[in-house]
Nanobody, 120 residues
């Protein structure tokens, strides 16, 4: 079973950019369809973006479409989320996980996440 490690979060100003990265220990992430999720304080974790095994097909939620881009480098065992034109409402803890199908996480095996804070 893979263990996920997220990094790259931090404080950004509105309109700024961040790149989040996810890697795995144990099983390589290349065997999974992968996704990014985020959790607002007091809310359920929600799907943000997903990518298929090859990286040729991606899926993003409407609120980040055109601003966030998901990519993967299987050789480097890395999943990225390129976040552009950040908005205060993007402030959340971001997690990666394998996808079961569609936008559903494969399991409840979550990493520690990485905090993204966007100031106005």
């Amino acid at each position: 079973q893979a263990q996920w490690v997220e990094s790259g979060g931090g404080l950004a100003q509105a309109g700024g950019r961040l790149r989040l990265s996810c890697t795995s220990s144990g099983r390589k992430l290349s065997v999974y369809r992968m996704g990014w999720f985020r959790q607002f304080p007091g809310k359920e974790r929600e799907f943000v973006a997903g990518i298929n095994w090859s990286g040729g097909t991606t899926d993003t939620i409407d609120s980040v479409k055109g601003r966030f881009f998901i990519s993967r480098d299987n050789a480097a065992n890395r999943l990225d989320l390129h976040m552009n034109d950040l908005k205060p409402e993007d402030t959340a803890v971001y997690y990666c996980n394998a996808l079961q199908n569609g936008r559903t996480p494969l399991n409840d095996n979550w990493g520690q996440g990485t905090q993204v804070t966007v100031s106005s």
